[in-house]
């Protein structure tokens, strides 16, 4: 039988709930704009390597390691999150990367490059399941849609300032862009070295083996469909950064500024109206409102099948936001709720193995189909979108009677901070 959700309703207003958040997850917020600002080399690499006189092929490998070092990142991060604490996880991602900029920097020989770029994507990708399980240790339930939006506030504004500056410093010097990206990174370190308490998250879990934690996830139906959709919805957004680039300029005949007039205008949109958007989404069941959200970034890309017109791309891009913006800070609370404290870090990896997965799989799929059609291929986006809702949508009967009409973000004390 179902039950009814017996928690009081969530009545804070944004400004109230931004005052409620914790000085040391603002001081991660500070951290993660000056890093995100700084990540100047990856959009770049392929124009940098170019003018090394490096093949298109070797590019491709060069991604393709970055790829494969944010996969191995998944598993090690959520292992060290969980085992040794969010705080070191988080520092040995800073340095660590900083490290693999300056090699990278200095990387004139194939094996030199790949090696860069296989410890870039390693060391930057072990910051995720670290930073998000330390969100969720330190904000309680009822706050959490508010925190993950800050994040995505802050990391959407940054870069898109940063990419403004990585453009002016490229044109002077491409070794800049190596040392600000390292010196960016660096400064993350030191806040989170000096700033955050010692000892904050949790650390020395006995059970911190990838052994336990995938026999409880083989075991959480919940959690394995938002994985699952979680990978579907990815494999969309990488056509964004790849096969939409080409509709706009290739088959829809504009030039690069109105492709980066289109993603301009998501970045807008997210940085102005995701948090205000909070206050409406957060009300609802996370699954049903996450399954909203993916059935409009589907359909938006499935609106291009019908032509490429600039207002049908500007139609598409402004649907597509707005279902990224119900859908994402929503996910991401979810899934902290799910997991277990004991394996949030493991949970988190798990969750970034399936976006890393996508970027891997989604610019080389969609490619291909483009090539072919690319109507078939926003009509497939749009098929897939709908999937990855149904998929979330999906719950047994003892979910349904746990879950059913209850909101997200219902009352839970925050964890205790080890001292």
Wanted: glycine share 10%.
């Amino acid at each position: 039988m179902n039950t009814q959700n017996t928690n009081p309703p969530i009545r804070g207003s944004l400004i109230a709930d931004l005052k409620k958040l914790p000085k040391p997850f603002y001081l991660l917020m500070a951290g993660s704009f000056i890093n995100r600002f700084g990540h100047f080399v990856i959009p770049f690499l392929a124009i940098y390597l170019r003018q090394l006189g490096f093949a298109p092929s070797v590019t491709g490998l060069a991604l393709a390691a970055f790829g494969l070092g944010g996969l191995a990142a998944s598993f090690i991060g959520g292992y060290l999150a969980d085992r040794i604490g969010r705080k070191p996880t988080l520092l040995i991602s800073c340095f660590g990367a900083a490290a693999a900029m300056l090699i990278l920097s200095v990387a004139q020989t194939v094996p030199t490059l790949l090696t860069g770029t296989f410890l870039s994507g390693l060391m930057t990708c072990m910051y995720y399941p670290a930073s998000s399980s330390l969100i969720a240790d330190l904000i309680p339930q009822a706050l959490r849609v508010r925190a993950y939006a800050v994040q995505r506030f802050v990391i959407n504004l940054a870069f898109g300032l940063g990419m403004c500056t990585a453009g002016l410093v490229a044109s002077s010097s491409f070794f800049w862009l190596f040392i600000v990206d390292a010196a960016t990174t660096v400064v993350l370190g030191f806040i989170i070295l000096f700033g955050l308490a010692r000892g904050i998250g949790r650390k020395s879990v006995a059970n911190a083996g990838w052994g336990t934690a995938i026999r409880s996830i083989a075991h959480d139906g919940c959690f394995l469909r938002a994985a699952i959709a979680s990978f579907l919805i990815a494999v969309i957004f990488w056509q964004i950064s790849s096969t939409l680039g080409l509709q706009v300029t290739d088959h829809s005949g504009f030039d690069e500024k109105a492709y980066g007039f289109l993603l301009g205008l998501n970045g807008l949109m997210i940085v102005f109206l995701e948090l205000p958007l909070t206050n409406w989404t957060r009300h609802f069941n996370p699954q049903r409102i996450i399954a909203v959200g993916y059935s409009l970034v589907g359909l938006s890309l499935a609106m291009l099948a019908l032509g490429g017109s600039m207002p049908m791309l500007i139609i598409s891009m402004v649907l597509l936001t707005i279902g990224e913006m119900i859908a994402l800070p929503i996910n991401s609370s979810y899934v902290a709720d799910l997991a277990p404290e004991s394996m949030r870090g493991r949970y988190m990896g798990v969750m970034g193995l399936s976006w890393n997965a996508a970027a891997g799989l989604g610019p080389m799929l969609g490619l291909w189909v483009f090539a072919r059609s690319p109507e078939t291929l926003w009509m497939l986006c749009g098929f897939v979108g709908l999937a990855a809702a149904g998929i979330i949508l999906v719950r047994n009967k003892a979910e349904n009677e746990i879950t059913e009409e209850a909101p997200l973000g219902n009352p839970e004390p925050a964890l205790e901070l080890e001292q």
